[in-house]
């Protein structure tokens, strides 16, 4: 059973934090879950001459008063306390990334919920970077929320889609989109996506027979019905699909398809050869999804 009892949610004051903190309380108000709010106060980088500063839009400077930063933060939190969920803030200095994955193990937290990304092109960067730096170190799952103009999902969640390839990581995934299903009231699309060589003459071949194709799709298909369980398909409302081609472009594609509010997708563990896979599949979910990604980090490769 799926368990977020402790939330943190990163603040950045932009467009792309407000919609995630929305996401945050709303999951928190599903699980009755507490809330960290963090934000991290960066001190100014240097650039010589100053205008050079100014002029690529760099980082705020450190505010003066703690205070007013608390204060910001209190009044930000403001949809937590009428919605009845508990939550606190917290305000750290430092390297932003660093600072929200030890934030994350010193609570420690069940979930991270934060923007993919700020608002001006400078902004974007540096927050997709820390976003990335998160998604990749986190020992826990963590739901990245575009801005709330560059995406079509709505809140509370209606429409799941979960990708699986049979393997651990993505199965835990499922036992995931399961319970946020069952607590959203939610359609869920679990899909597998064939990603059938196109450098190789002969399976080309064979695979562009219709019957071999259809024969594929159709046991994949009944593969992907089998792990869907009775009870779950009288609260979450579960479809199974198969897809062909490349992972993360049928997975986007697919998300579209089903007007998804949000994908949940299993990843393995930081080794080497684990951050190459992220960034080939997962990491190009969430950079071009247009809805929420939630990425589950698999028990077997827990640290």
Not at 124 to 130: E, F, I, K, P, W
Not at 178 to 186: G, I, M, Q, V
Not at 187 to 200: A, G, K, R, S, Y
């Amino acid at each position: 059973m799926t368990d977020f009892k402790r939330i943190l949610c990163p603040i950045d004051f932009s467009d792309a934090s407000r919609h995630a903190t929305d996401h945050a309380v709303a999951i928190a108000g599903w699980y009755g879950s507490h809330v960290t709010a963090l934000h991290v106060l960066q001190q100014p980088l240097n650039f010589e001459p100053p205008i050079l500063f100014a002029e690529r839009g760099g980082l705020k400077t450190l505010p003066a008063n703690r205070e007013q930063v608390l204060s910001r933060l209190h009044d930000w939190m403001q949809p937590a306390s009428k919605a009845l969920v508990q939550w606190d803030t917290r305000i750290d200095e430092g390297v932003p990334a660093e600072c929200v994955l030890q934030y994350a193990r010193f609570l420690p937290a069940d979930l991270i919920v934060m923007g993919s990304h700020g608002k001006s092109g400078f902004e974007h960067l540096v927050l997709g970077s820390v976003t990335e730096k998160v998604l990749r170190n986190a020992g826990c799952p963590v739901l990245t929320v575009p801005p709330r103009a560059s995406t079509a999902s709505k809140l509370p969640f209606r429409r799941l889609l979960c990708p699986v390839d049979f393997s651990t990581p993505s199965l835990e995934a499922l036992q995931v989109a399961f319970s946020l299903a069952e607590e959203a009231d939610a359609e869920l699309t679990v899909l597998n996506v064939i990603d059938w060589p196109d450098d190789d003459t002969f399976l080309t071949e064979t695979f562009d027979s219709p019957e071999m194709r259809k024969q594929l799709e159709t046991q994949t298909a009944q593969r992907v019905d089998a792990l869907i369980p009775d009870d779950a398909r009288v609260w979450s409302r579960p479809s199974a699909r198969v897809a062909v081609g490349k992972a993360y472009q049928e997975i986007v594609k697919a998300a579209g398809d089903v007007a998804a509010d949000l994908i949940v997708v299993g990843v393995h563990g930081r080794n080497a050869l684990d951050l190459t896979l992220f960034g080939s599949t997962t990491n190009q979910v969430v950079r071009r999804a247009s809805c929420p990604v939630l990425t589950i980090r698999s028990t077997q490769y827990a640290r």
